[in-house]
């Protein structure tokens, strides 16, 4: 029998490696992984939560707020103008028009180009996540900071941050879709690098302008990325059942 090319041998063994890491991630390592997170995120955000409740975080908020303002003038943040402008752009990448602006883009592409399910999937996950910020904000019902003058209007509670917290379920949500649709390790990386970075500036944007204390923002984070881990593992599940589009699918044109 005549022997098999060695290319052809090369490509086989590459393809059932690829299927092989594919099956891990979703049966065994990518499942794993999500749920750790949302258990140790899930349990920081509740466990701070309670800490806030008792008053253990207010000396650590009032230092970390008055630290970033002017002694002499509290109603002035440390910094040059254009510092405090710049984190009035910043925070608005994480307002509801933001998130809803990126969200509907991010569906609308999806959509037309043959991912529906997944699309839907998306509008559940970033909408679901909105809802359960609103009722996080009535539960709690904490009072903005009236510390330091705020930098900017805001309308609802403080704790968890909102900004934050959608921050977090949106962009690591997004980047973490967009990782997927590109084989080469170093567009995953600089796409889930942004992502976080994002989501870490809005942060730190709501604390700079006063208008959230320190741990409303830590509060959301931890919400925020446990409930885009959640939304991870649902999603490996979906595809394992064949759901929602599997890895395969994103490449396709």
Request: proline residues 4%.
């Amino acid at each position: 029998m005549k022997a098999l090319p060695s290319t052809y041998r090369n490509n086989v063994l590459v393809s059932r490696a690829n299927d092989l890491r594919l099956r891990l991630r979703l049966n065994e390592v990518g499942p794993v992984i999500a749920l750790l997170a949302v258990s140790l995120l899930g349990y920081g955000f509740f466990a701070l939560a309670d800490e806030v409740g008792e008053g253990s975080t207010a000396a650590l908020d009032r230092k970390i707020l008055l630290a970033l303002r002017n002694p002499a003038d509290l109603s002035d943040p440390i910094g040059p103008r254009w510092l405090e402008e710049t984190m009035r752009d910043i925070t608005g990448l994480g307002s509801v028009f933001t998130i809803v602006f990126v969200t509907v883009a991010a569906v609308a592409y999806l959509a037309m180009t043959g991912r529906r399910r997944i699309a839907a999937f998306v509008v559940a996950a970033i909408g679901g996540g909105e809802i359960a910020s609103t009722i996080l904000k009535l539960f709690y019902h904490r009072p903005r900071p009236d510390l330091v003058p705020h930098g900017m209007e805001v309308f609802t509670a403080s704790f968890p941050s909102g900004h934050a917290m959608m921050s977090a379920i949106a962009y690591l949500t997004l980047a973490a879709l967009v990782a997927r649709v590109d084989r080469q390790r170093g567009v995953k990386i600089l796409v889930m690098v942004v992502g976080v970075s994002m989501t870490l500036l809005v942060g730190i944007s709501r604390i700079y302008l006063g208008v959230h204390w320190p741990s409303d923002v830590l509060a959301g984070w931890c919400v925020g990325a446990a409930w885009a881990a959640l939304c991870w593992f649902v999603a490996l599940q979906l595809q394992r059942r064949g759901e929602v589009e599997t890895p395969k699918a994103f490449t396709e044109s």
